[in-house]
């Protein structure tokens, strides 16, 4: 019996053998599914050889039905950040981001979506940033000082007072 599938996961044709063929259920080990699965992907289109039982599926036929089911990767130009509420790449709301950096010649800007006005993070490089200050309203953020770096030490007032007694 085939491991469960795990929700949201895709299965990866990374541990596919494309010179080996798979039964249904050495298909599923391998792709971490169930039976239920792979017998699904053949009624969708997975080639198989099934001219005799148990039928098999070859391996590098299943690899390019993997790849082909697969989504293509969304890239984001240079004025936009990925949305992870509409799951698009999308401009930033009033064309404004603000830049925190991080280290030397790098950071992150972060901006509202234009569509549902959720906040965005996109890390940048130096060029990256010049660029999108010549398309984009961008405001630089500075991050708080750490207390060990401050000037002057927290004093511990309440030290120097007379203790109560409830006597």
């Known amino acids: 019996m085939g491991l469960p599938e795990m929700p949201g996961k895709r299965p990866s044709g990374r541990l596919v053998k494309t010179h080996r063929s798979y039964t249904v259920g050495e298909a599923a080990r391998v792709l971490n599914v169930c039976k239920g ?3 699904r992907y053949l009624k969708d289109g997975l080639p198989c050889l099934n001219e005799q039982r148990p039928l098999l599926i070859l391996g590098q036929d299943l690899k390019a039905f993997l790849n082909a089911k697969r989504k ?4 984001c130009r240079i004025d936009q950040c ?7 790449p999308r401009k930033p709301a009033f064309n404004e981001v603000e830049f925190q950096p991080t280290k030397a010649g790098r950071g992150n800007i972060r901006a509202l979506c234009e ?7 996109k890390a940048v490089s130096a060029f990256g940033l010049k660029a999108l200050g010549d398309i984009l309203t961008v405001t630089e953020v500075r991050a708080d ?9 927290s004093t511990n007032e309440h030290f120097k007072q007379d203790p109560e007694t409830h006597a």
């Open 72 to 75: 293509p990767k969304q890239t």
């Open 115 to 121: 569509v549902c006005s959720t906040v965005m993070h």
């Open 82 to 88: 990925f949305c992870m509420s509409c799951k698009a």
């Open 37 to 39: 699965t792979i017998r």
């Open 145 to 153: 000082t750490r207390l060990r770096d401050g000037n002057s030490p």
